[in-house]
C-alpha cells in the first residue's frame, strides 16, 4: 500500500477529490453506516462513482491495517490519518447541511469515520487472533463497532441532506 505523505502529492488528490464531489451532487450527504462498514471490509470505496467518504472510509482501514502490520511507520501513517480527517471535515463543510449556524461547536465527520474504522480493524483483528469466535474479547471489539455505528447514525440524522446556501436578501 503507498501512502501519500508528500503535501503535494495531499494537495493533488484533494483536488481530484473535490473534482469528483462536485459532479456528483447526489454524494453531498452522508452515507450510512452500513456503507462505511462496506468500505471498510473493501467492498466499496474504490470505484471512481463510490461515495466520496466511503473512498476515504476504506483509505481509513487500510491505514488501520498497515500500522498493526508495520508499527514503525505509524508517524507517517498518522499523518496521513490527520489529512484525510481534515479532507472528510472540509467536504462536510462545504457539501453537507450541518444544521447549526457560524460558531457553534462542531463534531468531526472526518475523526468519527476514523474512529469507527479502527474500531472496526480492530474487532477484525480480534476476530482473526481469537481461538473462539465467542470469546468475551471478540464480543466487546464488535460491541464497539456497533456502538460507533450507531453514533455514526445520529451524526447522520443530525446532518440530513445537501448544504444549501442562505438566500441574501
Known amino acids: ?11 493533488e488528490q484533494a483536488r481530484r477529490d473535490v473534482m469528483v464531489a462536485e459532479a456528483a451532487p447526489n454524494q453531498r450527504s452522508l452515507p450510512d453506516w452500513h456503507r462505511l462498514s462496506a468500505a471498510f471490509r473493501g ?48 467536504w462536510t ?6 444544521g447549526r449556524g457560524k460558531g457553534s461547536p462542531r463534531r468531526s465527520v472526518g475523526a468519527a ?9 480492530a474487532a477484525e483483528c480480534c476476530l482473526m487472533a481469537a481461538e ?3 470469546d468475551d474479547t471478540v464480543h466487546a471489539a464488535w460491541v464497539r ?3 460507533l455505528a ?11 441532506g445537501p448544504w444549501r446556501p442562505s438566500r441574501q436578501e
Request: glycine share 4%.
Open 132 to 134: 473462539n469466535a465467542s
Open 145 to 147: 463497532v456497533a456502538g
Open 93 to 98: 463543510e462545504k457539501y453537507v447541511d450541518t
Open 43 to 90: 467492498e466499496i470505496g474504490w470505484s471512481p462513482g463510490d461515495h466520496l467518504i466511503t473512498r476515504w472510509a476504506s483509505d481509513f482501514a487500510n491505514l488501520h491495517r498497515e500500522r498493526r502490520v508495520n508499527p514503525k511507520r505509524a508517524v507517517e501513517i498518522d499523518c496521513r490519518r490527520t489529512q484525510i480527517i481534515h479532507l472528510i471535515d472540509d
Open 150 to 160: 450507531c453514533s455514526w447514525n445520529d451524526l447522520v440524522a443530525q446532518n440530513p
Open 113 to 121: 469515520v476514523d474512529a469507527m474504522a479502527a474500531a472496526y480493524i
Open 1 to 11: 500500500m503507498t501512502i501519500i505523505t508528500s503535501p503535494d502529492l495531499v494537495v
